[in-house]
Structure formats: C-alpha cells, structure tokens
C-alpha cells in the first residue's frame, strides 16, 4: 500500500520560507511522477508544481520563480521549497503520486498524501 506523508508546513509571515517534504513508502519511489496541489478555504484544488520521472520540472505561473520542486530518489521524498511567499499562498498543501507524468491534472495522479497547512500572514 502506497502512502503519502506531507511534513514541513507552518505559518510564517510575508516574504519568509519553509520547505515542505512529502515520503512515498510502500511502493516504488522512481517510478511515480509527484506533483504539488493547494487548496484553500472554499476554493478548488489548485495545481503548483510537478516533477515528473525524468525529472523534469513545471510550474503555476503564480509560484514560478518562488518555488522549486525537486525529488531524493534515494530518500523516497518530494521537496518544495517556498520562498517569498504571500497571504495568498496560504492553503492546505497536498503530494500526490501518479505511475505517469500527468502534469497539472489532479484526477489522474493515483496516491494522495493528507496535506500539511501553510498560513502566511501579512
């Protein structure tokens, strides 16, 4: 059984970092793309960043240039370093693990970690 676990959020004040982590246990690390999504209060399941298997990188144009996805295939882990953040980066952030490189739909990716909260205050 595949699971996601989300560590690293917290709140932290306008401009400031944190670096989320996610571990995928139970299956194949190398094998699964990862993507990071958000969700805030009220709204829908946003699409921030992808790795895929190759290790190519995509990002929203809302975070690109703040944020930086990256794997540790030895670690079995999926980064995102947040920098310069804002209030309205604040949301529950989630991983998810797909067997192909699904990019930003969320439907697709088959694995989903519980989330971890990021609050970012003015």
């Known amino acids: 059984q595949v699971q996601l676990v989300e560590s690293g959020g917290g709140l932290v004040q306008a401009g400031g970092s944190l670096r989320l982590s996610c571990e995928v246990s139970?299956?194949?690390?190398?094998?699964?793309?990862m993507g990071w999504f958000r969700q805030a209060p009220g709204k829908e399941r946003d699409f921030v960043a992808t790795?895929?298997?190759?290790?190519?990188?995509y990002y929203a144009d809302s975070v690109k240039g703040r944020f930086t996805i990256s794997r540790d295939n030895a670690k079995d882990t999926v980064f995102l370093q947040m920098n310069s953040l804002k209030p309205e980066d604040t949301a529950v952030y989630y991983c998810?693990?797909?067997?192909?490189?699904?990019?930003?739909?969320?439907?697709?990716?088959?694995?989903w970690g519980q989330g971890t909260q990021v609050t970012v205050s003015s």
């Open positions: 139970g299956g194949t690390f190398s094998r699964y793309a």
């Open positions: 998810a693990a797909g067997l192909s490189d699904y990019g930003t739909n969320a439907r697709l990716y088959e694995k």
């Open positions: 790795i895929f298997i190759g290790g190519f990188t």
